[in-house]
């Protein structure tokens, strides 16, 4: 048994094969492609172990491997087909390539099994020898071509999600086209091929299970400043390691004896992977573009090149990426880094998470406008290394970095953007592929392209106030004439009230029409107010006990399913606001939670009192609403998801009106599980004479980073 080189080949490549099965079950299951993965690994181990017992004991036969054969490879194109599903979510190409190649491979696979049972069921030799074999090729091609589709068409900046799959399976694919390419030369499959074909398989396991546990998106994009002499040095490095293989190849099959063929294929074929996959590794390309700079050349950029690639990413006017995630990009790719968050101050000089590429954004992402960092880059136009003020935090006058950045694991740089001379974004990036030496170049170039970046921030900024500006024009035109023809049709039906009591006919129906007509006046009345209102600058404000406001909206949207209940009995909350303006935004809240949600569903409102606020949680069980969303659509005018029934203003007034008395508005959910408004509110500062205890939480110290440029 230990002297059968197939059986051990095929035995380890069941064995690995098993192992990575047991990995994607047991905690990888959360993608599609992870699922095809695991059924891929299951047809390979009874694969495998098919021909392990072939090599043992004669059996299975000849058609049961020769099946197992194909939907081995029709697994392994199963999954292609999936990654392939996954890069036409993020590039649009022509589908009809996508069917075609669909069709053709599905269609291959059908006819191969199809003839293969007719020849095992009925003895019909449709398919000699060399046609199975030919088959095989082909299958093999259109694996290699869906492996070409799915690199060519995935966005540069996804192609390392899925770069260890894609190795694997063309390695697995050029294995066995070489194999039955040999076959049909020679007549009959190579003892060398098909013994170390078990090992070559199980050889690329690792390369699944790398791709399976690492499934961050990361840029594969670097900046080629001194592209010459890298391609010449990889071009010698590939020349140097080829030719060690094929004197390691040479003597591998001298001295392997019996096995000295099989043997060679598998380090060869091993070995041309393993290059393949150090020469596409980012972290390899990014340790030798450092090496090239400090050792080659005076400078540390080619600063051409630098400044045609950032003018290069920013003539994009299109919204792939967005802006703020260019911008990122940019930035980490000057220090061989590829993860990175923005902050933009927003109409409260606040700054606001905009984006977060490659890093674990925070659970609360706002700095507060007048925060001690906010002050320092006020002062002096530094770059703050994380690294060093960790290590050194006076070098840096002791400033307090936000909880928003240091609890951020990956961060390491933080850039202050200037619009002018005022501050008017953060930028942080991460940790880089390769050890970096910053210096005076380092820095003068990151300020450089952070002034440049952010000039066009705040160009789309106010492009984007001015398109609101006009859309709120537009809407407040479109306003005056619903109120005039609403105002004339308000007379029209007041006379006829008036009217009406002195040619009554009949009393019962006549004083059923006046109390009808009367309510639509009052209705009619209350939109046009309605209307007004939004744009309207009505400062009067009361002092009001929010939770008879809220008991009084429960007992209102109680007609509607789901009805909305308050939870606990909560104090009184004192605060100072428009008794209608109030009660209009937070009905519009509650009745959003009942628009999103199914009858079946819970709507819940709670109050919490802290020392100088009181929080309204409005929550929902619907249907959520995604991160990408709440940030760049929830909030902004005119953008509804009702259709033409909203006007997608309601929101957007809720959040000016809270923040217009002083509170405001946050907002967490999830698809599928439901959402949660917080409108927090100021406690008014006369009659809150009960006040309830808050514990104050203690201050924690937070570690301390690195560096500074002037």
């Not at 891929?40 to 004669?58: M, P, Y």
């Not at 606040?350 to 674990?360: P, R």
Request: proline share 4%; hydrophobic share 45%.
């Amino acid at each position: 048994m230990l002297n059968d080189f197939s059986f051990i080949s095929h035995f380890v490549a069941a064995l690995a094969f098993a192992l990575l099965g047991l990995l994607v079950s047991s905690r990888y299951l959360r993608r599609d492609v992870d699922r095809v993965l695991l059924l891929a690994c299951v047809v390979s181990v009874t694969w495998a172990v098919a021909l392990a017992a072939q090599s043992l004991w004669g059996q299975p036969s000849f058609f049961v491997r020769y099946l197992l054969e194909l939907l081995r490879d029709g697994a392994w194109i199963a999954l292609l087909f999936a990654l392939l599903r996954d890069s036409f979510r993020s590039t649009p190409i022509v589908g009809r390539l996508r069917r075609m190649l669909g069709a053709a491979t599905i269609t291959l696979l059908l006819l191969l099994l199809g003839f293969g049972v007719l020849e095992y069921a009925f003895d019909l030799d449709l398919l000699n020898g060399k046609t199975k074999v030919v088959g095989q090729m082909a299958l093999s091609l259109m694996g290699l071509s869906l492996v070409e589709q799915i690199w060519r068409n995935a966005v540069s900046f996804g192609r390392s999600s899925m770069k260890y799959i894609c190795i694997g399976v063309a390695a697995m694919f050029v294995f066995d086209f070489f194999m039955y390419a040999d076959a049909l030369l020679f007549g009959q499959v190579s003892d060398s091929f098909w013994n170390a074909r078990g090992l070559v398989n199980a050889a690329l396991v690792p390369l699944f299970a790398i791709n399976t546990i690492n499934t961050r998106k990361q840029p594969v994009e670097f900046q080629l400043s001194r592209s010459a002499v890298f391609h010449a040095g990889t071009f010698m490095f590939a020349g140097a390691y080829l030719l060690f293989l094929a004197v390691g190849g040479y003597y591998v099959r001298a001295l392997g004896g019996a096995w000295g063929e099989a043997l060679q294929v598998l380090f060869l074929t091993v070995a041309l992977t393993f290059l393949v996959t150090l020469l596409m590794s980012r972290r390899v390309r990014s340790r030798l573009m450092v090496f090239i700079s400090q050792n080659f050349f005076d400078y540390k950029y080619d600063y051409r090149e630098q400044w045609l690639n950032m003018t290069r990413e920013l003539a994009n006017l299109g919204d792939e990426p967005p802006l703020p995630e260019r911008v990122i990009r940019i930035l980490a790719g000057l220090v061989e880094s590829n993860a990175g968050a923005l902050w933009i101050r927003d109409e409260q000089n606040a700054y606001v998470l905009k984006t977060a590429v490659n890093l674990a954004a925070p659970r609360f992402t706002s700095i507060d406008a007048d925060s001690e960092i906010g002050r320092f880059f006020s002062d002096r136009e530094w770059i703050i290394d994380l690294h060093e003020y960790r290590s050194d935090p006076v070098r840096y006058n002791l400033l307090e970095i936000p909880d928003s950045i240091t609890r951020i694991a990956d961060g390491w740089l933080i850039i202050p953007l200037y619009l002018g001379n005022e501050l008017y974004g953060i930028a942080l990036i991460g940790n880089p592929y390769a050890p970096v030496e910053l210096n005076w170049e380092n820095f003068d170039l990151i300020k450089v392209v952070a002034r440049q970046t952010c000039n066009l921030l705040a160009q789309a900024d106010a492009q984007s106030r001015l398109s609101r500006a006009m859309q709120f024009e537009a809407v407040s035109k479109a306003s005056a004439f619903m109120v005039h023809d609403l105002k004339t049709l308000i007379a029209q039906l007041s006379l006829l009230v008036k009217n009406a009591p002195r040619h009554r006919n009949n009393p019962a129906f006549i004083d059923d029409m006046i109390q009808t007509t009367d309510h639509a006046v009052r209705k009619m009345a209350n939109l046009v107010n309605h209307i007004r209102k939004p744009f309207e600058d009505n400062d009067s404000t009361d002092v009001l006990d929010l939770r008879d406001v809220v008991k009084d909206l429960v007992e209102h949207y109680n007609r509607q399913k789901p009805a909305p209940h308050l939870v606990g009995t909560p104090s009184p909350a004192l605060i100072e606001a428009d008794s209608e303006q109030l009660r209009s935004i937070l009905g519009h809240l509650i009745q959003n939670a009942q628009d999103a949600t199914p009858p079946s569903g819970e709507i819940t409102l709670t109050l919490k009192k802290a020392r100088d606020h009181v929080v309204l949680f409005i929550q929902d069980t619907g249907t959520g609403m995604t991160p990408n969303f709440i940030s760049s659509q929830l909030f902004k005018p005119f953008e509804s998801t009702k259709g033409l029934t909203g006007m997608g203003i309601g929101a957007y007034q809720a959040r000016e009106y809270v923040r217009k008395v002083g509170g405001n508005i946050d907002v967490t959910s999830e698809p599928g599980v439901g959402s949660c408004f917080s409108v927090r509110f100021p406690l008014a500062a006369i009659g809150s004479t009960e006040r309830p205890a808050v514990q104050e939480k203690p201050v924690c110290e937070h570690p301390q980073p690195k560096q500074s440029a002037k």
